[in-house]
């Protein structure tokens, strides 16, 4: 990566951030499941060594995200420092944005630990943020840890929250997945998406969802043969699909030839976990046949990294 205008100001410190997409719930996994995709957003933050701040931002976003304090990564990174009771320092922020805005694939969970992370390398070695800490911090911003999870440490992970706070697992991923997302040009938001969910579902609703959970673990990490019957989903994604006629009728005629296609986050993204990726250039093959508007066809494998921060020198990448 290039970031904008990058390079570092002699005597001031910069961080390099590099942090995945994500895609939560998986079908039945509502709230609970995410999984870290190859898609990156990628930033440097140079301490200005005065007051002030200087934005620069490339890419996804460039045109409608703020360029002031209440951007997202300085958001994060000053809820990180005020965490330590530290003041933020003036900063400059410079990146390069690839995450989708608005699509379902975790732009703001990606933005939110971006920040922290970049916080945290500004403060080490004084002060340490560890995983924990970082993963409390991102969940008090995006409000649950679904996306966040994934983000900071790569792969499938499973996500909750009890009472010491939110809490993770990371497993690895089989080999015989391989992921493919159709992007569409238009959004979603995702607190509409989330108010189209009722209240109160059927018991035997929940029940359902609960079996397609627990299988698509193992589909994920040990049978991929499975997907499909291990993505099905009835908590969410049909109460959502008024809202997105396109992605829903995506995601059936996927699902109707055999493909584990579910809604990507809160949409209107479709992800498929395909078994093989043979069998991805076939469901996008066929997803070219069903829409009617442009799709972005993307075949991505699953980060095992997550989210990542080093020390910057100019012209290093």
Same mark, same amino acid.
């Given at each position: ?68 304090? !209440? ?88 996500? @909750? ?49 609960? !079996? ?10 040990? !049978? ?39 809604? !990507? ?16 250039? /076939? ?11 442009? @799709? ?17 020198? /100019?012209?290093?990448?």
């Amino acid at each position: 990566m290039n970031a904008a205008g990058g390079g570092e100001r002699a005597g001031h410190r910069s961080v390099h951030v590099r942090v995945p997409a994500t895609s939560a719930n998986l079908g039945p996994g509502f709230d609970t499941l995410g999984l870290a995709l190859s898609v990156y957003d990628e930033l440097v933050v140079t301490e200005l060594g005065h007051d002030g701040l200087e934005i620069h931002v490339t890419g996804e976003g460039a045109a409608s995200v703020p360029m002031d304090a !209440s951007h997202l990564v300085v958001r994060a990174m000053a809820h990180a420092f005020a965490s330590v009771g530290r003041p933020l320092p003036g900063v400059r922020l410079e990146a390069v944005n690839a995450v989708p805005h608005g699509r379902g694939l975790g732009s703001s969970g990606a933005a939110v630990v971006a920040g922290l992370l970049a916080a945290k390398g500004l403060l080490e070695p004084e002060v340490e943020l560890d995983a924990d800490a970082l993963l409390r911090l991102a969940t008090e911003l995006e409000g649950h840890p679904d996306n966040v999870a994934p983000a900071l440490f790569g792969g499938l992970t499973i996500a @909750w929250v009890d009472e010491t706070g939110p809490q993770h697992k990371k497993l690895l991923v089989h080999r015989g997945v391989s992921p493919l997302v159709f992007v569409p040009e238009f959004t979603m938001s995702t607190s509409v998406a989330r108010s189209l969910n009722p209240l109160n579902v059927p018991r035997e609703d929940a029940v359902f969802n609960v !079996s397609r959970s627990a299988l698509l673990i193992a589909a994920l990490t040990q !049978s991929p043969e499975l997907l499909l019957a291990a993505t099905e989903d009835k908590l969410h994604q049909n109460y959502r699909a008024q809202a997105m006629p396109e992605t829903d009728r995506l995601v059936r005629a996927l699902r109707a030839e055999g493909f584990a296609a579910v809604v !990507s986050g809160a949409g209107p993204s479709v992800l498929v976990l395909a078994d093989g990726a043979g069998r991805r250039l /076939e469901a996008a093959d066929l997803a070219h046949s069903v829409v009617d508007t442009p @799709w972005d066809a993307r075949m991505l494998a699953v980060d095992f990294k997550g989210g990542t921060v080093k020390e910057y020198t /100019e012209g290093s990448t």
